[in-house]
Structures are given as C-alpha cells and as structure tokens.
C-alpha cells in the first residue's frame, strides 16, 4: 500500500496519528509495567518499569523497525530495506524483514561482536562488515542502498520509526493506574524514542511529565536542545553504547525541543548502579541503555524531591555482553555511593598499615594495592565501603585529621579505569613519558596499526589495555616523547586515527606510576 505523505514539520497530533495507525503488533507485543518495590522503598515513589527488555528481541526498537517496514510499497518490498546498526536497530530489522518475507541488508562496524552479527544473521539478513566506527558503517551503507534501489530504515530519524516507538506511550497510559503526578523517564539516543513517547504524551496527556535521560559522555540532545539546535559531538562515550550518537536526527530534536520537560544526566557509575538495581527488583540484567532512565530517575528523584509521585522508566533493553557484567560489578558500588576510591599517603614503616585500618575502623575495605618504594611516604589506593554518600566526606575529613594526606579518585576515570591495577610500577628511568589515554577498536590488527604508525620513533614505556565487554577497548599509553618532538608527536596523534587524551597530569598517575 502506498502511504500519505508525511509533514516535514511532526506535531504531536501527527505523532499520535501515526502511533494509533501504526503496524507494531505483526512482530512486538505490550510490554508489562512492573512495580519495582525496592526502588520505591529507596526513592520514597511509587516507582514502575516499563519492560520494553521482554520484546522478542529485547528491545523496543523492534516497534520502529516494523511499523516503517509493515508500510512500505509493493515495490518497496520487492527491493528489500537496508539499515546500519551495530546494536538492537539491526536486529530489529532482521527480525522484522524475517516476519514480513523481506531482504535485509545490515551494515555493521568489523568491530561488532560477533553475538550480534550471529543474530541477526540467525534470522535471514545479509550482514556486511565495513568500517571502525558507525559513521564508517553508515556511509557504505547510503552506497550500497543507491546501488541497489534499497530503502534504508533510519534508526530513529524516520516519522514510521518514531511513531513505532510511541506505541509505548499508548500502551502506558492504558496501563497506568494512577490519577496523582507521574514523571515518565525516558533514554535518549538519536531521539527515537523519546520523540515518540513525549509527542503521544503532549496530544493525549500534557500533564505527565516526561524527563530525557543520557550520559554525561553522550549527552548530544541537551546540548542541542540547551543550543538551540542540532549539536554534532567530536567524541562519545563508548559504555553506554546504545545511546552513543555525536548528533540526534532532525524530526527527534524538534518534537523533544517542544514537548520534553527537562533533561538529566548520568555518569558511568551511575548506570552501572541502575543495572543491578533493575537486577534486585527484576532478576533481568539489562544492557547499559537499558538501565539508563533507572539512573535518571535514582538522580532526578533525589535532587527534586518527588516522594509520594509516580515514577515510570522504560527500561529499553537488554542485549548486554556477559563480559561487561565484570565492569559493570566492578563499579556498581561506587555508583550507588556506597564505596569511596582514595589515595592515601601513610608512614613508609612497619605498623603504618595497622595503624592506618585502625582509623579506617569497623568500614569493610574493597580493595588495597600497595607496592614497596625506598621512600619515606608510601601510597596507597584504598577502596572504602561507606553507609552512604555523607560518609565519603568524613571519612577523608577523618584521615585528614590523624595526619594522612588523602586524594580522593572516586570520581577519577582513569584511577578507576588503568591505575587500580598498576600501582607500583613507577619507573624513573622513563624520562620526558608523556601519558595518554586512547580508545581502541576491538578487531584484529588494531595494536599492530597503532604500532605500524607510531615508527618506533619514541619508545612506549608503560601500556596498560583494558576491555569491558564492547566494540571499543580503552589504552593508557607512555611515550618517551623529548623535547623538540613535540611538533612530530602531535601530528602522530592528530593522524593515527584513535580518539586520545593527554593524561600527563592526571593526579592518579602522578602519584602511582611516576
């Protein structure tokens, strides 16, 4: 069938049009809304999840997906659809062209995991690998898609797509069972979602606030909303790999701009803590993104107040890679503010240990790495677990006082990250060691690039990798880079091809590693 055209300017009564009309229910199914009790215990809020991880392929993106395809032209059809994705959109449209007997084409960075390329190949789509990064992936993909006369299915810039996402709006208010003030928590990405769901809330029901929830390392529709207009990022964070785009689409920005209340914006930690809170209420894990409005909510709550409310946040997905569970685990603690990271300087003799745990007192210590130095002050990196976030600030306040100078690293992403698991490995002879931090594509070949470019030039005299379970890796690096290179050396950087960041004078590094 052959669709109306679409405004170029979406209202939300187009928004809501397009949703009552839309197709979603040949491939996804109602979601629940789940009370979750200790949540609500810890917030003082009626606090609800909708459980858009129980599609069939554990995200919500499979409404989108369908509800564009389901209304494509015969011709269309006969053509088949092409998208670019490395995560739940790809296999959204895998299954989606699966149920509707179409050819898909799935454009993914080589540096997709290959759980991901594996499913939606299960389900009949051509997958072609291409590229680093998503822009790569993308760009082949527009080629390959005026090549052959294919439709592309826009991950969330696209008024079907949106729309499908809407759904989930509709289905909440059919189930919301609640005349007091509700707050809907929403993550945001390209926009997608929360376009849909603020323009079906703006038409229906104005009153339900609606609160978008990114990271503070991919946060490009606040900035483009706080701007103005669209905002394309240099660089995005790589946890929170669902919601990592550097600019959100042009239908999305414009209906968030009008109809979202306000924004908020979460750290690593913070979400690292929401996926074990959605863990405790639910035994369901959920991927970052998935967790992401959990955390909006947690923060949001606590600095507004909003006991007694009803609180809903739509966990989006749950397509999480076992191996970033060790990362998540690792610092989910520090999230909930239950845990402090210090350095600690203490007497280089025997019985400074004791004497520091006995000011420590009854306080359970999560972590202690310390290396012998012929010095007179040793430093140590001390993981703390506290009562609450109040205790953070009087513990070292108390170490302050017996005499212990203390730097505290809580919040240091390179300490959490690299250092933890280097201290002691100071090397003096390192003269004129420059440190950066450098994310790195998880695909064969990737060090030996680095290398390649870097010439042997200046000698690498630390190198520490670390992995949490996504397409990306993350490297601290020393380079012996002498005076008069500095011109050389920057333009390796500016040409080697992997985002870096001068870690020089980062405190954590000075004071363990040099």
Not at 103 to 122: D, H, L, N
Not at 420 to 443: D, I, K, L, W
Request: hydrophobic content about 45%; glycine content about 10%.
């Amino acid at each position: 069938m052959e669709v109306a055209a679409l405004p170029q300017d979406l209202t939300a009564s187009d928004v809501l049009r397009l949703a009552l009309t839309g197709k979603v229910y040949g491939a996804a199914h109602q979601t629940p809304l789940s009370e979750a009790p200790r949540l609500s215990a810890r917030t003082g809020a009626r606090v609800l999840l909708k459980r858009e991880d129980q599609q069939p392929i554990f995200s919500f993106k499979l409404r989108g997906a369908y509800n564009k395809m389901a209304q494509l032209s015969a011709a269309e059809r006969g053509r088949g659809v092409i998208c670019a994705s490395a995560g739940n959109h790809a296999q959204g449209v895998a299954y989606a062209a699966q149920q509707l007997g179409l050819r898909a084409v799935i454009v993914m960075p080589a540096t997709t995991p290959e759980i991901k390329v594996a499913a939606c190949r299960a389900r009949g789509a051509e997958v072609v690998l291409f590229g680093d990064s998503f822009s790569d992936a993308e760009t082949h993909a527009y080629a390959l898609q005026a090549a052959g006369g294919l439709t592309f299915v826009h991950p969330y810039d696209d008024p079907l797509v949106l729309a499908g996402q809407g759904t989930v709006a509709l289905e909440l208010l059919r189930q919301l069972d609640t005349e007091g003030p509700v707050t809907v928590f929403v993550p945001v990405g390209g926009g997608g979602l929360i376009a849909g769901v603020a323009g079906v809330l703006a038409a229906l029901r104005p009153d339900i606030r609606v609160v978008g929830v990114e990271p503070e390392d991919s946060d490009a529709m606040y900035q483009s909303v706080q701007a103005g207009e669209r905002v394309r990022l240099a660089e995005v964070g790589i946890f929170v790999d669902g919601v990592a785009v550097k600019q959100v689409g042009a239908y999305t920005f414009e209906l968030a701009r009008r109809h979202v209340h306000d924004w908020v914006r979460v750290t690593t930690d913070e979400v690292c803590a929401a996926i074990k809170d959605v863990f405790d209420d639910t035994r369901a894990v959920m991927e970052p993104a998935g967790a992401l409005a959990v955390a909006g909510l947690k923060r949001y709550a606590a600095q507004r107040g909003l006991q007694g409310q009803t609180l809903v946040a739509l966990t989006c997905g749950a397509n999480v890679n076992f191996d970033r569970l060790r990362h998540v685990a690792e610092r989910a603690e520090i999230g909930e503010e239950r845990e402090a990271i210090f350095a600690v300087t203490i007497p280089e003799r025997p019985g400074a240990f004791r004497a520091f745990i006995e000011v420590v007192g009854k306080r359970a210590i999560t972590e202690f790495n310390y290396r012998y130095a012929p010095r007179a002050q040793a430093q140590i990196f001390v993981g703390v677990q506290l009562s609450g976030a109040h205790e953070r600030a009087a513990l070292r306040a108390e170490l302050e006082a017996r005499g212990y100078p203390v730097l505290d690293l809580t919040g240091d992403e390179l300490a959490k990250v690299h250092v933890r698991h280097m201290v002691g490995g100071r090397a003096p002879e390192a003269a004129f060691e420059r440190v950066y931090s450098f994310t790195f594509p998880e695909r064969p070949g990737a060090l030996l690039d680095f290398l390649t470019q870097l010439h042997g030039r200046w000698n690498i005299s630390l190198f520490h990798y670390r992995n949490h379970g996504s397409a990306h890796g993350r490297v601290l690096a020393g380079l012996q880079v002498p005076p008069g290179d500095e011109a050389a050396f920057g333009a390796f950087l500016a040409g080697v091809g992997y985002p870096a960041s001068d870690m020089t004078a980062n405190p954590a590094y000075r004071l363990f590693l040099t």
